[in-house]
């Protein structure tokens, strides 16, 4: 059994101002998005200042979208009683997968204004993403956030204000799967051209494996508990679908052409984004 770190939530307090580890890691995840898409800009034929404009259009996505997520699928019944709550996000609750689809909204109006096909798009998107997903998890872990079942495991460890229970260390399991590993597969597969669609599919399909899993060693929400047959969480609700769309984009993508941009630096056509 291994201790629970002793970490400050607040990483820096100037006054009544409070800045929390889990706020740094968007902006590492933000940052990093921004440095590995300028490495790569040429690709989608975007300067390098397009991509200051792509990570803020993200941004706002994961934001909203995650913040709706979390209460449309975790607080609907907080939210049918104060509508106000919603806009409470001092209050915590973000939503991966609220966050993803706010995400998926971001990249099709930015690929409109680019004239950028949609999935040329996601699949240069898609390995920026998984920094953020990686920081992220470690932000929960410093908050004393998603606790993990309990076990004998030599790495188990008590949670604070949980009992003496050793738990799975769910979050830095998730930390090394949908960061570390997610982002080494992506980075490496998609440093040669690939087909339009392969890469989005590739990520859909690789984070819903790896956080399907980990919902099995992760306690499921208090205030919701398993959905169904005393084993299904909402977080293997919301992830399954991903592994059926991601299995159907890669398919998919074995009819659809090599992306001539990229690695050329060559600009897309202006109707391109009408064909994805």
Known sequence: MMDYPTID????????LQIHWYGLMYVVGFVAAWWLGRRRAHRVGLSQDAIGDLVFYAALGVVAGGRLGYALFYGIERLVADPLWLFMVWDGGMSFHGGLLGVLVAALLFARRHRLGYFQLTDFIAPLVPIGLGAGRIGNFINHELPGRVSELPWAMPFPHMGPEPRHPSALYEFAL???????????????????????????????????????????????????????TMGMLLTAPMIVVGMALIAWSRRQPVDGALGHGVLPSRDHGRAS
């Open 9 to 16: 939530p607040v990483a820096i307090s100037l006054g009544p």
């Open 178 to 232: 949908e960061g570390v590993v997610l982002f080494v597969l992506l980075w490496w597969l998609s440093a040669e051209p690939r087909r339009r669609g392969m890469i989005s599919g590739m990520f859909m399909l690789l984070y819903g494996v790896f956080r399907f899993a980990v919902e099995f060693v992760r306690l499921p929400d208090e205030h919701l508990g398993f959905i169904a047959f005393g084993w299904v």
